[in-house]
């Protein structure tokens, strides 16, 4: 603890009440007297200051509103994959208007700080597709959420066939998986070679029963977009 305080340039009591208040939130984890590592929840502070730093501010906020305009005002969501250790995905950002997202059965607050499986959802798929095999896996043997809506994938082995047809794709398809009485599209946002989030489009199933070519090749316009802010498109 000494070295630290010294390394921080603060006394040795404001450093011990730093670290003991961490343990608390998995920040720090004390190994043994005066001994301290870093938690898991570190992880989390880097996935939200990647975002903060690369998909912040009026570039992304142009990209998730030319999407939402140029597919007849549908509802755009911006996902990362959940931090460290949750295989889940968050959302960071939305284009959705004047509507109300009350009839998607959740306020704005609900959606950006509800963490959702990858089970369920075009974009919780389009994220899954591009994880390690043995996560794909894990995943496909998870229950499906009850909140599932009912075009959700409930077997296993069509889930991960499923996974396979959005990488040759580059996208993803979902009928009514999320929620009863909404169809989406969805498209993987890449950085330096590894899967980021996704970009959504949603849009009710009576006004899009089948998703137009102009709106699959908008959505994944955005996310390549996207990935050019933070890294780099996938080359294959």
């Not at 390690?132 to 889930?159: N, T, Y």
């Amino acid at each position: 603890m000494s070295e630290i305080a010294k390394t921080a340039e603060l006394d040795d009591s404001t450093t011990g009440r730093i670290l003991t208040a961490g343990t608390y939130n998995n920040l720090f984890v004390r190994v043994d007297r005066g001994l301290y590592q870093l938690g898991t929840a570190v992880a989390d502070l880097g996935l939200h200051a990647l975002a903060e730093s690369n998909l912040s501010g009026s570039e992304t906020t142009r990209v998730l509103q030319g999407l939402r305009k140029s597919t007849g005002d549908g509802l755009v969501f911006l996902y990362m994959r959940a931090p460290f250790g949750v295989a889940g995905r968050q959302c960071l950002d939305m284009a959705v208007g004047d509507s109300d997202l009350q009839e998607l059965g959740m306020t704005p607050r609900d959606v950006l700080s509800v963490t959702r499986s990858l089970r369920t959802g075009a974009s919780g798929r389009t994220i899954l597709a591009y994880l390690p095999e043995e996560v794909q896996k894990k995943v496909a043997e998870s229950p499906v959420p009850e909140e599932a809506g009912p075009g959700v994938i409930k077997d296993g082995d069509e889930l991960l066939h499923s996974l396979i047809d959005i990488r040759d794709q580059g996208y993803a398809l979902g009928y009514q998986e999320c929620m009863a009485g909404w169809n989406s599209v969805a498209a993987p946002v890449i950085w330096d070679g590894a899967i980021w989030g996704a970009v959504l489009l949603l849009k009710p199933k009576d006004i899009m029963p089948e998703a137009p070519q102009h709106y699959i090749y908008a959505t994944i316009s955005a996310a390549a977009q996207l990935s050019q802010i933070g890294g780099a498109w996938p080359g294959d």
